[in-house]
């Protein structure tokens, strides 16, 4: 990338502010402090294999999932940086029973819910994993902070956004102008614009789904992951299965590609697996803001009204055409 192309974070985020005049600096602190975080976790992520930070920690978190150590690692990291900069009054974190509320920042406007390592069974086999994370501004600063601030509907998101450690290190986000990517550039170790303006075709061949529910899923889904394998050169059928088990890299290919990632409803998981506040909102408003669809199969992601900090969605996410195709047949042919 030649020198007078090269625009980093710090650049973006500066032009940015510009361009709101009512900025105030806080927003861009938060996202000072998130990129710090970042760039922590991914050394650590690097270097997991060599350091004894792999394998299981003794803890579990209130999924009742075994904590990995570079879980409880990029959750300590993220809380420490983000409490440090001063702009961040609550906390939201998978790893997290409660919510977080930084001590001396009572007054501050912001909340950020997020997923500090996402995928993090990928962790001990090298497949790629991330942080993800969405801002919200407090309703009501007038009174302490509460949780019930925190239940926010996904379309009151401020900023929406993912950190992918993958063969390399990007971060993808929003503000609600856009999609644009960054890369990491160990050598300078700054975030450089590498994917402005992205979009998400309304159109494509890939479908990303764990088959081995399939016994398990709602009947309009199992008809659509038929039809996506039968043979029909006219609509470029069969579709490429690809499942990596990271939300996040499977949800950043298809938008770069074109693709519907399924995490379906089953009768004894009648709200999926997948997370509101810090997995599927966050992703909801990256892929409508690249000109794409998320729905829970029964409405808008964002349109959700949360009851509790980890409540689990259904999670139907991509391209439009795609999105729509299987909505159409959990109407036709069953839902949960
Ligand atoms: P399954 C990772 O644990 C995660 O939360 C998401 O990143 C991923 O999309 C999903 O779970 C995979 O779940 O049940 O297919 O292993």
Same mark, same amino acid.
């Given at each position: 990338?030649?020198?007078?192309?090269?625009?980093?974070?710090?650049?973006?985020?500066?032009?940015?502010?510009? %361009?709101?005049?009512?900025?105030? =600096?806080?927003?861009? &602190?938060?996202?000072?402090?998130?990129?710090?975080?970042?760039?922590?976790?991914?050394?650590?992520?690097?270097?997991?294999?060599?350091?004894?930070?792999?394998?299981?920690?003794?803890?579990?978190?209130?999924?009742?999932?075994?904590?990995?150590?570079?879980?409880?690692?990029?959750?300590?990291?993220?809380?420490?940086?983000?409490?440090?900069?001063?702009? *961040?009054?609550? @906390? @939201?974190?998978?790893?997290?029973?409660?919510? #977080?509320?930084?001590?001396?920042?009572?007054?501050?406007? #912001?909340? *950020?819910?997020?997923?500090?390592?996402?995928?993090?069974?990928? %962790?001990?086999?090298?497949?790629?994993?991330?942080? @993800?994370?969405?801002?919200?501004?407090?309703?009501?600063?007038?009174?302490?902070?509460?949780?019930?601030?925190?239940?926010?509907?996904?379309?009151?998101?401020?900023?929406?956004?993912?950190? +992918?450690?993958?063969?390399?290190? !990007?971060?993808?986000?929003?503000?609600?102008?856009? *999609?644009?990517?960054?890369?990491?550039?160990?050598?300078?170790?700054?975030?450089?614009?590498?994917?402005?303006?992205?979009?998400?075709?309304?159109?494509?061949?890939?479908?990303?789904?764990?088959?081995?529910?399939?016994?398990?899923?709602?009947?309009? *889904?199992?008809?659509? @992951?038929?039809?996506?394998?039968?043979?029909?050169?006219?609509?470029? &059928?069969?579709?490429?299965?690809?499942? %990596?088990?990271?939300?996040?890299?499977?949800?950043? &290919?298809?938008? +770069?590609?074109?693709?519907?990632?399924?995490?379906?409803?089953?009768?004894?998981?009648?709200?999926?697996?997948?997370? +509101? !506040? #810090?997995?599927?909102?966050?992703?909801?408003?990256? %892929?409508?803001?690249? =000109?794409?669809?998320?729905?829970?199969?029964?409405?808008?992601?964002?349109?959700?009204?949360?009851?509790?900090?980890?409540?689990?969605?259904?999670?139907?996410?991509?391209?439009?055409?795609?999105?729509?195709?299987?909505?159409?047949?959990?109407?036709?042919? =069953?839902?949960?």
């Amino acid at each position: 990338m030649s020198m007078n192309r090269l625009v980093t974070l710090e650049q973006f985020i500066v032009d940015q502010q510009s %361009i709101h005049k009512e900025a105030t =600096g806080a927003f861009s &602190r938060i996202f000072r402090a998130l990129e710090l975080g970042a760039k922590m976790v991914n050394r650590d992520v690097r270097k997991a294999g060599l350091v004894d930070i792999l394998g299981e920690m003794a803890s579990v978190n209130v999924q009742g999932e075994v904590q990995k150590k570079l879980d409880v690692i990029a959750d300590d990291t993220f809380t420490r940086v983000l409490s440090r900069c001063g702009e *961040v009054c609550t @906390i @939201i974190s998978e790893e997290q029973d409660d919510a #977080y509320f930084v001590p001396g920042c009572e007054d501050k406007e #912001y909340i *950020v819910s997020m997923d500090p390592l996402d995928g993090s069974s990928n %962790i001990d086999v090298n497949a790629s994993i991330g942080t @993800i994370f969405s801002i919200y501004r407090r309703t009501n600063t007038a009174v302490p902070p509460s949780v019930e601030d925190c239940l926010q509907p996904g379309i009151n998101q401020l900023a929406a956004g993912y950190f +992918l450690y993958g063969t390399s290190t !990007m971060l993808i986000y929003t503000t609600g102008n856009g *999609v644009n990517g960054f890369t990491l550039d160990d050598s300078l170790q700054e975030f450089c614009l590498s994917h402005e303006n992205i979009c998400i075709p309304e159109n494509g061949k890939i479908f990303s789904v764990n088959e081995g529910n399939l016994s398990d899923f709602p009947p309009g *889904v199992v008809s659509y @992951i038929s039809w996506c394998k039968e043979k029909d050169k006219s609509t470029n &059928r069969p579709y490429s299965a690809r499942y %990596i088990g990271s939300l996040i890299a499977d949800v950043h &290919r298809n938008m +770069l590609r074109g693709g519907i990632f399924l995490y379906p409803a089953t009768e004894n998981k009648p709200d999926g697996k997948l997370r +509101l !506040m #810090y997995e599927c909102n966050t992703m909801a408003f990256l %892929i409508e803001q690249a =000109g794409g669809m998320a729905h829970t199969g029964k409405q808008r992601v964002m349109e959700v009204m949360p009851t509790e900090l980890h409540q689990r969605v259904p999670l139907y996410i991509g391209s439009t055409h795609m999105v729509e195709q299987v909505l159409g047949l959990l109407e036709t042919e =069953g839902n949960f």
